[in-house]
C-alpha cells in the first residue's frame, strides 16, 4: 500500500470512529432545538475542560505556533501562549456576568440584539459569521496541508473527507454529541502531542544537540529578550484575545455548564492547559529550525526530515485529525447556532423543528465554499491574523456593554466601524508589506493596538460628552432576562414583541 493510500484510510478510520461515537451519543434521546444549541446546564467541570480545550486546540497548533517558534523564537510562544490561553480565564468571569444578566440565553449576538439593536447586531453577526468561517476554512487547510505534505494526497480530498464526517455527527447530534467527542478526543490529542515532541527530541539526540545549529544561527530565538519576538508576542496577546471573544462555541460551553462554579473552574482549568500545550507546539518550530524550516509547515517538514519510522506518521496524522474534527465539529455547530436567532423572528410561525432543519441546510451550505477556499492552500497564520483584526475593532464596545448602562447602540456600532477602519489601515498584504505609506503600515502590533485604543476613546468620549449634556440613557439590564425565553418556550413570541420594540427604539438613534 502506497503511503498516500495509506494515509486516506487512516483518516476514512480516524474519522468514521470519531462520527460512529458522536452518533452512538445522539442516538440515546431525541435532540430539542434547545438541546442542539446549548445543551443547557447539563455539563460537569471534567467534561467542560476537555471540550474547552479540544475545541480550541484545533489543527493550527500544529501550523502557527511551530510557524511562530521557528521565526519569533521563546519570546514569541510565550505571548502566543499567553494570548490564547488569557480568553479561557476572562470567560470564567464574563462567562458568569452573561449567565446572570441573561440566563436563558444562547449566543454572543443574541446578547448584543438586545442590548444593543439591529445595527450593532448586524455588524456583530458579520464579524462572528466572518471569523468562524475564517477559522473552519483555517482548519480544513491545516488538515490538508498537513496529509499533502506527509503522504501526497491533493488538498481538496482530504478537506472533503474530513468535513464530511463531521457534518454527519455535528448535524445529527448539535452540542451535546459535539461536547461527547470532544472529550474522546481530548484524550487522544494530549498524548500523542507528548509523544509528537519526545520522538523529535529523541531522534535529534537530545535537546541540546536539537538547538545546537539554532544557537549558532539564530541565538536570538532562545531568549526571552528578543525585541521582534517581544513585539510579535504582545500582537498576538491582542489579536487572539479579540478574537476568542467572538467564538460563538465558548459562549455556548458558558450555556453547556452546569452551574457558575463549573464554569469558573472549567475555563481557569483550561487556562492553565492550554498554556503548557501552546508551549509544546511552538518549540517544536525551534527542533525544525535544526533543518532550517521556517514556515507554516515547520512541524511536519521536521517529521519528514527525520525519515521516523511509519508508525509514528500514523501516530501524527491521528493527532492532526483529533485536533481539526473537535476544533471543526464545534465550530459548525456554533455557527448554526448563530442561525436560530434571526430564524425565529423570521419564521415566528415555524415549528422547533422546521427551525432546526433549516439551520443544518445554512451549515451545510458553508462546507462547499471552505473546501474549495481550503484547497487553495492559504497561509494559515495569515487567515487568523485577517480574522482578527476586525473582531478587535468590536471587542471594547461588546464586553463593555455587560457592565455600562450607559453605553448606547448607536455608540457601540459607530465605534466598532471607527475602529476597524483605524485597524485597517495599518494591516499587511498577505505577504506582510504595507499596503500604503501611512507611518507604520504593515505594522501588526499597531493595526491590533489601534482598534482598541480608538474604541475605548471613542466610547468613553461620547458617553462623557452625553452626560455633560444632560442626556444620559441607562440601559435596563432586566430587558436581557425578560425578554430572552429557552427555544420552545410558551411565551417565545410575546418575548419577540417585546425584543422588536426595543430594537426599534435603538434604531431610531441611528
Known amino acids: 500500500m502506497t503511503l498516500g493510500a495509506t494515509a486516506i484510510a487512516v483518516i476514512l478510520i480516524t474519522a468514521a470512529s470519531f462520527t460512529l461515537l458522536g452518533l452512538l451519543k445522539a442516538s440515546r434521546h431525541t435532540i430539542s432545538l434547545e438541546d442542539y444549541m446549548v445543551s443547557r446546564n447539563r455539563v460537569g467541570t471534567g467534561m467542560a475542560l476537555a471540550t474547552i480545550v479540544a475545541s480550541a486546540m484545533g489543527a493550527w497548533i500544529l501550523f502557527s505556533p511551530p510557524e511562530v517558534g521557528a521565526t519569533s523564537g521563546i519570546a514569541g510562544i510565550v505571548g502566543y501562549c499567553i494570548g490564547q490561553a488569557t480568553p479561557a480565564a476572562l470567560f470564567a468571569f464574563m462567562g458568569t456576568r452573561m449567565r446572570f444578566l441573561m440566563?436563558?440565553?444562547?449566543?454572543?449576538?443574541?446578547?448584543?440584539?438586545?442590548r444593543f439593536g439591529q445595527a450593532m447586531y448586524r455588524l456583530t453577526l458579520g464579524i462572528v459569521v466572518f471569523y468562524m468561517f475564517v477559522?473552519?476554512?483555517?482548519?480544513?487547510?491545516?488538515i490538508a496541508k498537513a496529509v499533502e505534505l506527509m503522504a501526497g494526497v491533493p488538498l481538496w480530498l482530504t478537506a472533503l473527507l474530513v468535513i464530511s464526517a463531521v457534518f454527519v455527527y455535528t448535524i445529527v447530534g448539535g452540542l451535546e454529541a459535539t461536547i461527547f467527542t470532544d472529550a474522546i478526543q481530548f484524550a487522544v490529542?494530549?498524548?500523542?502531542?507528548?509523544?509528537?515532541?519526545?520522538?523529535?527530541?529523541f531522534a535529534l539526540g537530545g535537546w541540546d544537540n536539537a538547538v545546537a545549529p539554532v544557537t549558532q544561527t539564530a541565538p536570538e530565538l532562545l531568549t526571552l529578550a528578543n525585541g521582534p519576538g517581544i513585539k510579535f508576542g504582545a500582537t498576538l496577546v491582542i489579536a487572539v484575545v479579540a478574537a476568542e471573544m467572538f467564538n460563538q462555541t465558548n459562549w455556548q460551553?458558558?450555556?453547556?455548564?452546569?452551574?457558575?462554579?463549573v464554569v469558573r473552574r472549567s475555563f481557569l482549568g483550561s487556562f492553565l492547559l492550554i498554556l503548557p500545550m501552546l508551549l509544546i507546539a511552538g518549540l517544536l518550530g525551534i527542533l525544525a529550525m535544526h533543518f532550517g524550516f521556517n514556515d507554516d509547515r515547520a512541524f511536519f517538514s521536521l517529521i519528514q526530515a527525520l525519515e521516523l519510522p511509519g508508525w509514528v506518521t500514523i501516530a501524527v496524522l491521528v493527532l492532526v485529525l483529533a485536533l481539526v474534527m473537535s476544533t471543526l465539529s464545534s465550530?459548525?455547530?456554533?455557527?448554526?447556532?448563530?442561525?436560530?436567532?434571526?430564524?425565529?423572528?423570521l419564521f415566528p410561525q415555524q415549528s422547533a423543528s422546521g427551525i432546526l432543519r433549516i439551520t443544518r441546510l445554512l451549515t451545510l451550505g458553508l462546507g462547499l465554499p471552505a473546501v474549495l477556499i481550503a484547497s487553495q492552500g492559504y497561509n494559515v497564520l495569515y487567515l487568523f491574523l485577517l480574522a482578527d483584526l476586525v473582531c478587535s475593532g468590536a471587542l471594547f464596545p461588546v464586553l463593555f456593554g455587560l457592565y455600562?448602562?450607559?453605553?448606547t447602540g448607536a455608540m457601540a456600532f459607530w465605534s466598532a466601524v471607527v475602529a476597524i477602519a483605524a485597524g485597517a489601515l495599518f494591516f499587511p498584504r498577505p505577504d506582510f508589506s504595507p499596503w500604503n505609506g501611512l507611518p507604520f503600515a504593515?505594522?501588526?502590533?499597531?493595526?491590533?493596538?489601534?482598534?482598541?485604543?480608538?474604541?475605548?476613546v471613542l466610547c468613553l468620549g461620547w458617553i462623557q460628552l452625553k452626560a455633560q449634556g444632560g442626556k444620559t440613557?441607562?440601559?435596563?439590564?432586566?430587558?436581557?432576562?425578560?425578554?430572552?425565553?429557552?427555544?420552545?418556550?410558551?411565551?417565545?413570541?410575546?418575548?419577540?414583541?417585546v425584543a422588536n420594540t426595543k430594537r426599534q427604539a435603538d434604531d431610531l438613534l441611528l
Not at 477559522?135 to 491545516?142: D, K
Not at 459548525?332 to 423572528?345: A, H, V, Y
Open 103 to 114: 440566563p436563558k440565553g444562547h449566543s454572543l449576538n443574541e446578547y448584543v440584539l438586545h
Open 135 to 142: 477559522y473552519v476554512v483555517a482548519e480544513l487547510t491545516a
Open 331 to 345: 465550530l459548525l455547530n456554533g455557527i448554526s447556532s448563530l442561525f436560530t436567532t434571526d430564524l425565529l423572528r
Open 253 to 261: 460551553r458558558i450555556y453547556a455548564c452546569k452551574t457558575d462554579q
Open 404 to 407: 455600562s448602562r450607559r453605553l
Open 442 to 456: 504593515g505594522d501588526l502590533l499597531v493595526s491590533f493596538a489601534a482598534p482598541i485604543v480608538v474604541s475605548i
Open 189 to 201: 490529542i494530549v498524548p500523542l502531542l507528548l509523544l509528537s515532541f519526545g520522538i523529535a527530541v
Open 473 to 497: 440613557e441607562a440601559f435596563d439590564f432586566g430587558i436581557l432576562s425578560r425578554d430572552i425565553r429557552a427555544y420552545g418556550e410558551s411565551d417565545m413570541v410575546s418575548a419577540n414583541a
